[in-house]
């Protein structure tokens, strides 16, 4: 049974100024004038996942007030674009600095909207604005090149521009991260922002717009709302690029609805990643990155450790350790000190219950975990769930074959490392996968032979703002972060000079006689 911490009512209240700013953003849409009225017919209550307190609401749009939002940035994204690169540049990095100033306020409000941990909160935050400082520097490095000519004299190019207006549709795991992945790259390129968040972080997402205040009004608004509002951004004509982080069949939804005028789309689709342990690596330091990447967020994170790949010759050493580490992990309010908080929702955990049920019925076995926690008082309704290990795990699984996307870790004991290669391929996600070994043959193969979007070698879950972010099959389709992530929001054009207009009769007409049949 994982450990629980009491915590007070008064600290699993909002501070003051939390109060405050939920209080302002509450049914309110960020648009052109900043913070305004929404004027649609539904209204949600928005609770805190550990408390079931209220925290404030939020109202859809009306079709007007989305269509003077398009509007509104299309204005904004010419201006914007107009500008120079290190014009551009000098405003995103006070931006940066904004949300660093307002990251605790921002952080506190994630908390207790989502659930997760303060210091995850602020981590994200942190994150966020170091993404954004580094596409404000890679935005003005470079707008093309210079190719080598087909034809002497003349000079071709290619030239990098903006798409125009981007919709950005968010998830509630890590609503400013995941925002500022494609938003910080779609402002640098000079495109606008409309940002789409989840019902389930749609308060943190108002309360971090105030960072955007530097910029140029319309530049980057933000519409709460279901998915009606979502479908009108995503399909409306004066809309450029949609960048989407979601579900697999509401990933398909957009690719469809943008296939209609051939809009360009990023598409982030879940994972189901790989953690394989091999005999050569040191098991507790194996173990302990396993807690880490099979719980980090109750485990809402796409490149969470879903299918722990253990071998044989260590697994009952790789056990012990596993199940000690998560024995350790502290359950509770996201504002306490813990490292466990709720999950996002109750369809969230109600989902994560039947899974579990199913993999039980089809032969796994619960090591650790697998149930509500008791903790009692204020935290008795909130959506937690035990950090779960389960063992005995095959492929033919149905959780083999989907995302887990929450608190549990199912473990399968491997013969070989060409058995978990080939477990790891077989999956229909494809976004990261985990090696714990210090055997240079194996480190050469896994980056080689595993069919993923990203490799990481005894280092689980990194990410890095100069490298691409992104999956493969399933998972989804184009890449966030680096060189790549910028070019996502970035036509490329090619230009061909020739400055002295010279008669090219090389290969004009007529035809030269003697190149006839």
């Known amino acids: 049974m994982s ?66 939002v398009i509007t509104a940035a299309n204005t904004a994204q010419q201006m914007w674009n107009a500008r120079t690169a290190l014009v551009r540049a000098e ?126 009004p319309g530049l980057v608004q933000c519409l709460p709302g279901g998915a009606e509002a979502a479908k009108h951004l995503v399909a409306h004509p004066d809309t450029h690029m949609v960048a989407f982080t979601g579900s697999v069949p509401t990933g398909r939804a957009v690719a469809r609805a943008c296939a209609d005028t051939f809009k360009p789309f990023l598409i982030e689709a879940s994972g189901s990643d790989s953690f394989i342990v091999m005999p050569s690596a040191p098991i507790e330091v194996a173990a302990q990155a396993a807690t880490f990447a099979a719980f980090l967020n109750c485990g809402q994170v796409c490149t969470s450790a879903e299918k722990i790949l253990v071998h044989e010759d260590v697994y009952d050493d790789f056990m012990t350790a596993f199940v000690r580490n998560v024995q350790q992990l502290r359950i509770g309010h996201g504002l306490d000190r813990v490292d466990i908080g709720p999950m996002e929702n109750r369809n969230e955990r109600a989902r994560i219950e039947s899974l579990l049920a199913r993999a039980v019925e089809q032969g796994a076995r619960i090591v650790i975990g697998g149930s509500r926690p008791e903790l009692g008082g204020d935290l008795a309704d909130g959506y937690f769930f035990t950090p ?107 230009v061909m000079v020739d400055p002295t207009a010279s008669v090219q009769d090389f290969w004009w007409f007529p035809y030269q006689d003697e190149e006839a049949w």
């Open 388 to 494: 779960t290990i389960i063992e005995g795990c095959n492929t033919g699984m149905d959780l083999y074959t989907q995302e887990v996307f929450g608190p549990i870790a199912p473990v399968y004991k491997v013969s070989s490392f060409d058995e978990a290669i080939e477990l790891t391929n077989n999956s229909p996600f494809g976004l990261g996968a985990t090696l714990y070994s210090t055997d240079i043959v194996e480190i050469d193969r896994a980056q080689r032979e595993l069919v993923t979007g990203m490799v990481w070698v005894n280092a689980p879950l990194l990410d890095n703002d100069a490298g691409p972010f992104g999956g493969r099959k399933l998972s989804g389709i184009g890449r966030q972060l680096g060189a790549e992530g910028l070019d996502t929001f970035r036509h490329t054009k090619l």
């Open 91 to 216: 405003l995103l990095h006070e931006v940066a600095t904004s949300m660093r100033q307002r990251a605790r306020l921002v952080a506190e409000i994630m908390t207790l909207e989502t659930g997760k941990p303060f210091k995850e909160s602020v981590d994200e935050i942190g994150w966020a604005a170091s993404a954004l400082d580094y596409y404000a520097e890679i935005g003005r490095h470079s707008i093309g090149s210079i190719h080598g000519t087909a034809v002497a004299g003349q000079t071709h190019f290619t030239i990098k521009e903006a798409m125009g207006t981007v919709v950005i549709v968010l998830p509630a795991n890590f609503p400013i991260l995941l925002l500022m992945w494609s938003a910080a790259a779609a402002l640098a390129a000079g495109n606008s922002v409309v940002v789409k968040p989840s019902e389930n972080a749609s308060l943190t997402t108002l309360a971090f717009m105030q960072a955007f205040e530097a910029l140029d």
């Open 3 to 68: 450990s629980t911490t009491p915590v007070s009512p008064l600290e699993m209240s909002p501070s003051d100024g939390a109060a405050q700013i939920l209080e302002s953003v509450s049914d309110q849409y960020y648009g052109v004038g900043g913070l305004t009225a929404a004027s649609g017919a539904r209204r949600e209550i928005v609770l805190d996942p550990a408390t079931m307190r209220p925290l404030g609401s939020f109202v859809d749009p009306t079709i007007a007030q989305i269509e003077s």
